[in-house]
C-alpha cells in the first residue's frame, strides 16, 4: 500500500502560488481574503473554509481534489482505498471484492488510521453520479460461491441488525456503535456475500448489505470522519446499483445530500438531492420517501441560494413549494412498500428539516417553532436530535435578536454534547458559541462561553 506523509505547513499551496506567478497578497485579493489569512493558511495556522477552497479551484484553474491536497496537506500515492470513484457498472464479484478490501482497511489498525485521515472529496461524487445513472446493474445476483447457503432469514437478521445499530446511534451517537457495525460487516455481512444463493436472495442481500454500510458511513459522518464516511456511502451505493435497488440508491445519494450540506458544499447537495428525487421516481418510491427527498432538496437549495440574504425571490418560491408539496405528500399516510429505514425520518423529523429551510428564507419564528417541536419530540428517546435541534432554535433566536433566549436553548443543550458519542453533537455546540461573536462584549455570553468550556473539559 502507498505512504502517507505530511509536511509541515501547507507546502503544496505555496508552490501552487509560485507556480502561477502570485505574491502572497495577488493570491489573497485573487480569493478574496486578507493577505494575513493567507500567510496564515500557508503556515498550516488556520483552517480553509469550503467557499474559500472552491475559490482556488477556479482562480488556480485546478480540480477540487487537488485543492484539497494542498489544503490538507497530504501527498496521496495510489492505493488500492485511495480513490475509491466507481459506484456501479460492475459485477457481482467486483462489487463484493471492492466492500471486502473496504472492510480488511477498517479492522487493520494501520489502514484505519489512513481512511480516517482521508477528506471529503466532492470531486469523486461526478464520478459517482454518471455510474448510478448511465451504468447497469449486475448481469446476476446469483452467486454459486464455497461458502455456506444463504436464504431469506440471513438476509432479515442483517435488516434487523441495521435497525437495531440506528436506534442505538440515536440514543448514543456514533462513537459507542461504529465498532460494533464494522464488526458485524467483518464477521456476519462478508461471510453471507460469499456464500450461496439465488439471484431472488441476492437482490435483497446486495440491499441489505447497502443498509450495513450505510450505516458505517453514517456512524464516520457522526465522527466527523467525511473522507472515510464517502467511502462507505459510496459502498452503499455500488451494493445498490448492483442489486438494482432504486429505492436504497435514493436513500445513499439523499444521505450523501446531508453530508455535502454539512460540509458547505451546497452546488454539490443540489446535484445529489436531485439525483435522489430522479431515482425514487424511476423507482415509484412511496409518498413518505418522496416526502423526505422533496425536503432534502428544498434544503440544499436554501443552502445554495441563501434568499433571505440574496433577495432571490424565484428560489424562494421554489424552496416554499417544495416543502408545501413535501407536506402534502407525506400527509397520505404509510404504504405496503415503505422501506425500514423510513421510519426514522417521522413527521416531527421532517417538520425540523423544514425548519432549517425556513431559517435560510428568514422565517426565524418559524424555524424556532419546529426545532422546539422536534425537541419536545425527540428529549427522551432521541438526545441527539433534541440537542441538534435545540441550537437550531437557539440559532433562530439568535437571529431575530433574541440572545436571552438563543443563550437559553443552547444552554440547555450542553449536557446532551457531554453525554453522547458524537463529534457533531460537539460541533453543533462549539459552533453556535463562535455565532455569539457579535455579543462578546456581554456578561451572559463570556458566561455562557466559560460554562460550555468548563463542562465539555469535565
Not at 425500514?340 to 425556513?358: S, T
Not at 460541533?427 to 455565532?435: H, S
Request: contains cysteine; glycine residues 8%; charged residues 25%.
Amino acid at each position: 500500500m502507498g505512504a502517507l506523509e505530511r509536511e509541515a505547513g501547507r507546502p503544496e499551496l505555496v508552490r501552487a502560488r509560485r507556480r502561477k506567478g502570485l505574491s502572497q497578497e495577488a493570491a489573497a485579493e485573487a480569493v478574496g481574503v486578507s493577505p494575513t489569512t493567507w500567510a496564515r493558511w500557508e503556515r498550516g495556522e488556520q483552517g480553509v473554509r469550503a467557499r474559500h477552497r472552491a475559490r482556488m479551484a477556479a482562480v488556480f484553474g485546478v480540480a477540487a481534489i487537488d485543492v484539497e491536497r494542498w489544503v490538507e496537506g497530504w501527498a496521496f500515492v495510489e492505493t488500492p482505498c485511495w480513490p475509491l470513484v466507481d459506484c456501479g457498472g460492475g459485477s457481482l464479484e467486483a462489487t463484493v471484492k471492492s466492500a471486502d478490501l473496504l472492510w480488511r482497511f477498517e479492522m487493520d489498525p494501520s489502514r484505519r488510521h489512513l481512511l480516517a485521515t482521508l477528506p471529503f472529496v466532492p470531486a469523486a461524487l461526478g464520478e459517482w453520479l454518471t455510474s448510478w445513472t448511465y451504468d447497469s446493474p449486475a448481469a446476476s445476483t446469483g452467486h454459486a460461491g464455497s461458502g455456506r447457503a444463504v436464504g431469506m432469514a440471513d438476509v432479515t437478521r442483517v435488516n434487523e441488525a441495521r435497525q437495531a445499530f440506528s436506534q442505538m446511534d440515536h440514543q448514543f451517537g456514533a462513537g459507542l456503535v461504529r465498532p460494533v457495525v464494522l464488526r458485524y460487516l467483518n464477521s456476519n455481512v462478508t461471510p453471507l456475500l460469499h456464500g450461496r444463493y439465488d439471484e431472488q436472495v441476492g437482490a435483497k442481500l446486495l440491499s441489505a448489505a447497502a443498509g450495513m454500510s450505510w450505516m458505517a458511513g453514517w456512524t464516520s459522518f457522526d465522527m466527523h470522519h467525511h473522507g472515510r464516511a464517502q467511502h462507505h456511502f459510496g459502498q452503499a451505493l455500488r451494493f445498490a446499483k448492483a442489486g438494482d435497488d432504486s429505492i436504497t440508491g435514493a436513500w445513499v445519494l439523499s444521505t450523501l445530500t446531508q453530508q455535502a450540506i454539512h460540509t458547505e458544499q451546497p452546488v454539490w447537495a443540489v446535484r445529489l438531492a436531485r439525483a435522489a428525487a430522479d431515482t425514487a421516481r424511476c423507482g415509484q418510491a412511496p409518498p413518505r420517501v418522496t416526502a423526505l427527498l422533496m425536503i432534502r432538496e428544498a434544503w440544499a437549495t436554501a443552502l445554495r441560494a441563501r434568499p433571505a440574504e440574496t433577495g432571490d425571490k424565484h428560489s424562494a418560491r421554489q424552496i416554499e413549494g417544495l416543502l408545501v408539496e413535501a407536506e402534502r405528500v407525506h400527509s397520505t399516510g404509510a404504504t405496503d412498500r415503505d422501506p425500514a429505514w423510513i421510519a426514522l425520518h417521522e413527521e416531527v423529523e421532517l417538520n425540523a428539516e423544514a425548519g432549517r429551510c425556513w431559517s435560510l428564507l428568514g422565517e426565524h419564528q418559524r424555524a424556532a417553532e419546529c426545532a422546539e417541536a422536534a425537541v419536545e419530540a425527540f428529549h427522551e428517546r432521541a438526545p441527539r436530535s433534541a440537542q441538534f435541534n435545540l441550537v437550531h432554535a437557539a440559532d433562530a433566536y439568535l437571529a431575530m435578536g433574541e440572545l436571552g433566549q438563543a443563550l437559553d436553548s443552547a444552554r440547555a443543550a450542553i449536557p446532551m454534547a457531554k453525554t453522547l458519542s458524537s463529534a457533531r453533537s460537539v460541533d453543533f455546540i462549539t459552533g453556535f458559541a463562535d455565532r455569539l461573536e457579535p455579543y462578546d462584549t456581554t456578561v451572559a455570553v463570556r458566561e455562557f462561553r466559560d460554562n460550555l468550556r468548563a463542562e465539555l473539559a469535565a
